[in-house]
């Protein structure tokens, strides 16, 4: 059984280091490319393998991602100052080992960069971008889906009459950023193209041989084109698309409850409440979307950490999110603020961490102590870790989005791996969530505004979706 798991093991290794390795060639390539969509499509790529390099303690690859992320970052103009600092950090490492004496950083390739002055938090920093996720027919009515709600200024609509052998041109002009160009056909459509026209826009351009009745509409985050053609047979799109969401199951674990109350805020509001109001506000719109849901607990209720495993373990989810809000002692409680997203990793856990997770597991935590944690979280494997992590970046990106798009303030949401008791439970990507900083006399009036709730309940039900659509092209 053991020799049998260490070869899947080995295989699984190559496999990954062979996949990688053509990755990284393939987002090179991209990089270098004219296509503004493509050099997105490096940057994501850059990103995603530097987490697995942080993971595998690779520090070539790391060096590679970082060096492909900052020259993404330029040519999109993105900001990528802390990937920068970690790509100095890590190159004056290098050099420091290479030449004990010499202190100052080597003169490499990337030598535009500055070093970072002192020591970078371990942070991935999020900036938000709207993408296209896709489209579908709705009988006679094309409706491209968005990942954001979309605004009367996003759309800008024209027409072109017929010249040089080219029919009727219906243009628009969408704020969004394409990954994939979509190929959508219609038999009584001559064309419809869809490109990335500028940096941040979308043209979709539909060309026909008669004058169409054009009109469009905008709802939510799609965007409804009627061309007054007949209806497409089979909407192949959107049935796959439903599909997929009823297959996962998804389990909202809302932290402590009944006699845990958690953390206790500013104005004395409890971390129960709030997690369990944002919680459920999660799963009404998940379950909307056609995932099935199921929660730790839906009402104040006391919960162990065992029956929370326990659970876990035997529904097997597909997803775990589990939902905190954090707090500082007073003294502090001007400075700390803002979202937080923590994935399961035994190998790393900063200070900061540390603080939480003894914070976070310590309510039943007297029977097991830290090393039993370690030991269990050693046998969690790799591959669940980086989906942990991939999560948790798709839902900070999103929940960013969310927010300023109705002009909350937030910081970047920090991601960072630490050992959390309840993610041991899931055995696919897990989450622990602390929506944002109870002790924050300013923080806690957002966190129990209802708008605000829903709107952060909104950008982590947007991760998950874009979790998924990532995870069924890797
Ligand atoms: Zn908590």
Do not use: E, R
């Given at each position: 059984m053991l020799r049998l798991f260490t070869t899947f093991f080995l295989l699984t290794t190559i496999l990954f280091a062979v996949s990688t390795k053509a990755a990284l060639d393939s987002a090179k390539k991209d990089l270098y490319s004219h296509s503004k969509t493509r050099q997105f499509q490096a940057y994501d790529t850059y990103k995603r393998y530097y987490i697995k390099a942080l993971i595998d303690g690779n520090t070539k690859q790391q060096l590679r991602c970082l060096n492909g992320i900052c020259i993404a970052g330029k040519k999109l103009r993105i900001d990528v100052s802390d990937y920068k600092k970690k790509l100095a950090k890590l190159e004056s490492h290098k050099t420091h080992h290479k030449k004990?004496?010499?202190k100052e950083p080597s003169h490499t390739k990337t030598e535009r960069i500055k070093p970072a002055k002192k020591t970078a938090p371990k942070r991935v920093q999020i900036r938000s971008k709207h993408a296209l996720r896709g489209f579908h027919w709705d009988e006679s009515t094309l409706v491209l889906e968005f990942d954001f709600m979309l605004h009367s200024k996003d759309v800008n609509f024209f027409k072109l009459r017929p010249d040089k052998g080219k029919g009727y041109r219906y243009i628009f002009d969408i704020n969004a950023i394409l990954f994939k160009k979509p190929v959508i056909k219609h038999k009584e459509i001559k064309r419809i193209k869809v490109s990335q026209y500028r940096r941040d826009k979308i043209r979709v351009v539909i060309e026909s041989k008669k004058p169409l009745n054009m009109r469009f509409n905008r709802e939510g985050k799609n965007l409804q084109i009627t061309m007054g053609i007949s209806a497409v047979h089979a909407p192949k799109a959107k049935k796959v698309s439903k599909r997929v969401n009823h297959n996962k199951l998804i389990i909202i674990d809302p932290g402590h409850g009944g006699r845990d109350g958690g953390a206790v805020g500013y104005g004395r509001h409890l971390e129960k409440d709030i997690v369990l109001q944002i919680s459920k506000r999660l799963a009404k719109i998940l379950k909307k979307e056609g995932y099935k849901v199921k929660m730790t607990r839906s009402s104040d209720k006391t919960r162990s950490l065992k029956y929370r495993t326990k659970f876990t373990r035997k529904n097997k989810p597909d997803l775990f999110i589990s939902v905190h809000a954090n707090s500082v002692p007073k003294k502090n409680a001007h400075k700390a603020r803002g979202i937080e997203i923590y994935y399961l990793d035994p190998k790393r856990g900063s200070q900061r961490s540390s603080r939480l997770e003894r914070k976070e597991n310590a309510a039943d935590y007297n029977a097991m102590d830290s090393s039993i944690t370690k030991l269990f979280s050693a046998t969690q494997s790799r591959a669940k870790v980086l989906e942990s992590n991939f999560l948790a970046i798709d839902m900070g990106q999103n929940v960013v989005s969310r927010l300023r798009e109705k002009r909350f303030k937030v910081k970047d949401v920090k991601v960072a791996g630490g050992n959390f008791?309840?993610?041991?439970?899931?055995?696919?990507a897990a989450v622990l969530v602390e929506?944002?900083?109870?002790?924050?006399p300013q923080e806690v009036k957002q966190l129990i505004n209802k708008k605000y709730q829903q709107t952060l309940a909104e950008g982590l039900a947007d991760g998950v979706d874009q979790y998924f659509r990532n995870k069924a092209r890797r």
């Open positions: 004990k004496q010499k008791w309840v993610l041991v439970g899931a055995t696919s929506v944002g900083f109870v002790s924050h």
